[in-house]
């Protein structure tokens, strides 16, 4: 499985980038709508998901935006 960024013991996920960074990156992406995105609050009380389902000359195009609180 792919993961952007590379794993980084720091952070959680295994490693953080923000979304400016990843709509930069999927300009190169060929079949985004294969991911998900997925987003953890910054005092980890519960994290966001999102389905690519395409992009455009912004960035991706996301769906979802599921919440998941922390147990």
Do not use: C
Not at 41 to 56: E, P
């Amino acid at each position: 499985m792919a993961r952007f960024p590379n794993f980084t013991a720091q952070g959680n996920f295994g490693g953080v980038t923000s979304l400016e960074v990843v709509n930069k990156r999927a300009q190169n992406y060929e079949r985004p709508t294969t991911g998900y995105l997925h987003a953890l609050h910054r005092n980890r009380w519960g994290s966001v998901h999102y389905r690519i389902t395409g992009k455009d000359d912004k960035g991706l195009k996301l769906e979802g935006g599921w919440h998941r609180p922390s147990q």
